[in-house]
């Protein structure tokens, strides 16, 4: 009885993972319903995610082992329906098919986790994974022109820079096309940095999405398999992740996020593999340098422990950020500033089609916030969490991070899908190392021993 206790996925798995993970598929779920329902469901599914995660930081210091296999594999195939009804992208029909024919495969993919053996589970989960990857990699010839700002703004820019011309001087080519009001880049240079390598080679700058998906998918199942998850767990993590219901569109528009979730991987797998190494710093603080909302998380992230970073570590990851910034501004400082800061100066009003608490009052009254108050939104809720999870090590880093962004962005002027997909795959992220016994460390002020110790199976766990 112990032996089936131990290796049964409906109760093997930590409290706190599990409501992380129904948050996560909450918020994917939540956050791509759109049109006339949006305030109706899309809003209050994202909410119900919100509180979900709100839940899971209160039990992260609870032992128990709760059923997650049936909750999990609805919510699952919740997504697979919303997958398959999507609006389609401008792009070629062959495409929009096999994107909803994907969903149908989803679908079956989560009855074989529900039902299925391990070995039919291994083989459905990695059939969805080479999909998925396919998928990615056919996304910037299937939707060669998404017609969105971002993508015309980040091609012209690093068009730009090609000729030697400086990227935040360039003057947007067709403004009245892609309904932008942004008049400077309003990106961080880092995202620039990241894309040219593949607009200079394939000509498109979403090539470099289409591989940062699937490479963060590989990533957490190696971070899974490193820390002994549960693989039946490591599995619906994995399906969470590729059946996000607009995970392609991260790489059609070109949203920044699609880069950021593969940074959030690494971070983690470097985390695990070597806790006390200066790699994972170097990669959270690509985050902000990526993205501007990210701040507070950097943070949160400085003071969580175990282990605390050490300062030199810290400095250098700061350093790195930096230098992805000094170029543009040695360059030229004005307008490099004006686009870093842009954000914050645009759009004029509200985007009365958000999926934000800020939307809903503003069409159901005429009023709006100050634009500040995801700021202050922001800080004031990490302060919160930093209280419950800074000693929650990698675990608490992820959890309070998405707690963070997912209440910044109920409270903005602006919040899509893009921005909730970071959030989600945090929070799944956060799910996996919270399963893990090896990451569920606690401070301990004069135990060296007990760092050694813990060091010791992450060096040795079985590699992915």
């Given at each position: 009885m112990d032996h089936v206790r131990a290796?049964?996925?409906?109760?093997?798995?930590?409290?706190?993972?599990?409501?992380?993970?129904?948050?996560?598929?909450?918020?994917?779920?939540?956050?791509?319903?759109?049109?006339?329902?949006?305030?109706?469901?899309?809003?209050?599914?994202?909410?119900?995610?919100?509180?979900?995660?709100?839940?899971?930081?209160?039990?992260?210091?609870?032992?128990?082992?709760?059923?997650?296999?049936?909750?999990?594999?609805?919510?699952?195939?919740a997504m697979t329906i919303v997958g398959v009804l999507t609006p389609a992208v401008p792009g070629a029909t062959w495409y929009d098919v096999m994107c909803r024919l994907?969903?149908?495969?989803?679908?079956?993919?989560?009855?074989?986790?529900?039902?299925?053996?391990?070995?039919?589970?291994?083989?459905?989960?990695?059939?969805?994974?080479?999909?998925?990857?396919?998928?990615?990699?056919?996304?910037?010839?299937?939707?060669?022109?998404?017609?969105?700002?971002?993508f015309l703004w980040t091609q012209t820019c690093l068009q730009a820079l090609t000729k030697g011309l400086h990227p935040y001087l360039v003057r947007y080519p067709d403004a009245a096309r892609a309904g932008t009001n942004a008049a400077v880049y309003p990106y961080?240079?880092?995202?620039?940095?990241?894309?040219?390598?593949?607009?200079?080679?394939?000509?498109?700058?979403?090539?470099?999405?289409?591989?940062?998906?699937?490479?963060?998918v590989?990533?957490?199942?190696?971070?899974?398999?490193?820390?002994?998850?549960?693989?039946?767990?490591?599995?619906?993590?994995?399906?969470?992740?590729?059946?996000?219901?607009?995970?392609?569109w991260m790489t059609s528009m070109a949203w920044t996020e699609g880069i950021m979730v593969g940074v959030v991987a690494g971070f983690v797998y470097l985390a695990v593999r070597k806790p006390r190494g200066p790699a994972q710093a170097v990669a959270f603080f690509l985050l902000p340098a990526l993205k501007q909302y990210m701040i507070a998380p950097v943070f949160l992230y400085v003071g969580t422990r175990p282990p605390r970073q050490r300062p030199l570590f810290i400095a250098l990851a700061a350093s790195i950020a930096t230098l992805t910034v000094a170029p543009f501004l040695l360059w030229h400082w004005q307008p490099t500033v004006r686009g870093m800061f842009s954000a914050a100066s645009t759009p004029l009003t509200p985007r009365l089609d958000s999926t934000s608490l800020v939307a809903l009052v503003a069409v159901l009254t005429?009023?709006?916030?100050?634009?500040?108050?995801?700021?202050?939104?922001?800080?004031?809720?990490?302060?919160?969490?930093?209280?419950?999870?800074?000693?929650?090590?990698?675990?608490?880093?992820?959890?309070?991070?998405?707690?963070?962004?997912v209440a910044t962005f109920l409270a903005g002027w602006q919040s899509f899908v893009n921005y909730f997909y970071l959030a989600g795959?945090?929070?799944?992220?956060?799910?996996?190392?919270?399963?893990?016994?090896?990451?569920?460390?606690?401070?301990?002020e004069g135990g060296a021993r007990r760092s050694r110790d813990r060091r010791?199976?992450?060096g040795g766990a079985r590699a992915f």
């Open positions: 290796t049964s996925p409906v109760e093997g798995v930590p409290a706190s993972a599990v409501y992380a993970l129904l948050a996560s598929l909450l918020i994917a779920i939540g956050s791509c319903i759109r049109g006339e329902v949006r305030f109706l469901i899309g809003l209050p599914t994202t909410l119900a995610g919100l509180a979900v995660a709100s839940r899971a930081m209160w039990l992260v210091d609870d032992e128990r082992r709760v059923p997650w296999l049936t909750p999990t594999c609805l919510l699952l195939f994907f969903f149908v495969l989803g679908a079956i993919g989560v009855g074989v986790l529900l039902r299925g053996g391990a070995h039919a589970r291994g083989r459905a989960v990695a059939a969805m994974v080479v999909a998925a990857t396919a998928l990615q990699l056919l996304t910037p010839i299937g939707v060669p022109d998404p017609g969105i700002d971002v961080m240079p880092a995202t620039l940095i990241a894309y040219f390598p593949a607009f200079a080679i394939f000509g498109d700058c979403r090539f470099l999405s289409a591989v940062s998906i699937p490479a963060a590989f990533l957490n199942r190696a971070t899974g398999r490193r820390l002994g998850v549960e693989p039946a767990f490591v599995d619906a993590t994995t399906l969470a992740f590729v059946l996000h219901p607009r995970g392609t005429g009023a709006h916030a100050v634009r500040w108050l995801s700021v202050a939104v922001q800080f004031l809720v990490a302060a919160i969490v930093y209280v419950q999870l800074r000693r929650q090590g990698v675990g608490g880093v992820l959890l309070s991070s998405a707690l963070t962004l795959v945090m929070l799944l992220t956060a799910g996996l190392v919270l399963a893990g016994d090896r990451l569920k460390m606690r401070s301990d010791a199976p992450l």
